[in-house]
T-cell receptor, first 111, second 114 residues
Framework: DAKTTQPPSMDCAEGRAANLPCNHS???????VYWYRQIHSQGPQYIIH???NNETNEMASLIITEDRKSSTLILPHATLRDTAVYYC????????????FGTGTRLQVTL | DAGVIQSPRHEVTEMGQEVTLRCKPI?????LFWYRQTMMRGLELLIY????????DSGMPEDRFSAKMPNASFSTLKIQPSEPRDSAVYFC????????????FGPGTRLTVL
């Protein structure tokens, strides 16, 4: 699986959009980009995933660059409950569902 | 839906004792995963099962660790004998059949080995 690079931490004011970047320059054509988050003392929670098109669900939007070497997770209106560690994961298709977690980005949402 | 159920939620034991962690996946899910999380190493995949069969146990640290899935609704992770360095939060996750589907994580078991 391709390696990902994320900033270790970010801050965001409540109500503003949180934009979390991820670099995955060695991604291959059959690898998806996944985002999970982990709120303190809880198990990781799936947010969204995509292959090459931008994706949106009730939690977030995922913007993948045309060359697929980077992506951005957007939380449109961050709340205090969005404070968590966010993991960007690249995963092969055609295999069983193995996820490799990196160190992630610690997002702190403040008043 | 109750989600993935893990027991116990907390376990404190002494070095050398056997520890058994339990997991009930979401009904209908075909894949089950055991992860371990520590401050030093982050979240690591230990082993995963598809249709009750172990597929990849390369993350199991050593022979002291073993995992079983006797049926589709139950799995155990056993450590025998336990050591202080095994102290961690152990998560179980399950996933439905499609390969790109999301994994649903349980609340974890916090293990402390004294």
């Amino acid at each position: 699986d391709a390696k990902t690079t994320q900033p270790p931490s970010m801050d965001c004011a409540e109500g503003r959009a949180a934009n979390l970047p991820c670099n995955h320059s060695t991604i291959s054509g059959n690898e998806y980009v996944y985002w999970y988050r982990q709120i303190h003392s809880q198990g990781p929670q799936y947010i969204i995933h995509g292959l090459k098109n931008n994706e949106t669900n009730e939690m977030a939007s995922l913007i993948i660059t045309e060359d697929r070497k980077s992506s951005t997770l957007i939380l449109p209106h961050a709340t205090l409950r969005d404070t968590a560690v966010y993991y960007c994961i690249v995963r092969l298709t055609g295999t069983a569902s193995k996820l490799t977690f990196g160190t992630g980005t610690r997002l702190q949402v403040t008043l | 839906d109750a989600g993935v159920i893990q027991s116990p939620r907390h376990e404190v034991t002494e070095m050398g004792q056997e520890v058994t962690l339990r997991c009930k996946p979401i009904s209908g899910h075909n894949s089950l995963f055991w992860y371990r999380q520590t401050m030093m190493r982050g979240l690591e995949l230990l082993i995963y099962f598809n249709n009750n069969v172990p597929i990849d146990d390369s993350g199991m640290p050593e022979d002291r660790f073993s995992a079983k899935m006797p049926n589709a609704s139950f799995s155990t992770l056993k450590i025998q004998p336990s050591e202080p360095r095994d102290s961690a939060v152990y998560f179980c996750a399950s996933s439905p059949f499609r390969q790109e589907d999301e994994q649903f994580f349980g609340p974890g078991t916090r293990l402390t080995v004294l």
